[in-house]
Nanobody
């Protein structure tokens, strides 16, 4: 099993920045891909960005050029740097680890005020 704990959410003005962190523990050697997903009120959870153990990244079109995902293997942590935030980025952001099955964190709320 893999446990995930997110941090770094909060309230920010439009155009501002936040950095989310996700610390993984447990059977971390099993992890292939880690990523961030988000769920806005009344909407389905959607992919934001993913990163593989080899460093390959994938981004949702809506965040390309604004968000950057990175991974510190030594500390078993994945980051999401979010710049030029927009009110439509407001959501609960969830960390995900995939190793044949999915593990999820509890989420961290990001609120972008206009």
């Amino acid at each position: 099993q893999v446990q995930l704990v997110e941090s770094g959410g909060g309230l920010v003005q439009a155009g501002g920045s936040l950095r989310l962190s996700c610390a993984a523990s447990g059977s971390i050697w099993r992890i292939n891909t880690m990523g961030w997903y988000r769920q806005a009120p009344g909407k389905q959870r959607e992919l934001v960005a993913t990163i593989t153990t080899g460093g390959g990244t994938n981004y949702a079109d809506s965040v390309k050029g604004r968000f950057t995902i990175s991974r510190a293997n030594a500390s078993n942590t994945v980051y999401l740097q979010m710049n030029s935030l927009k009110p439509e980025d407001t959501a609960v952001y969830y960390c995900n680890a995939y190793y044949g099955i999915n593990s999820w964190g509890k989420g961290t709320l990001v609120t972008v005020a206009s």
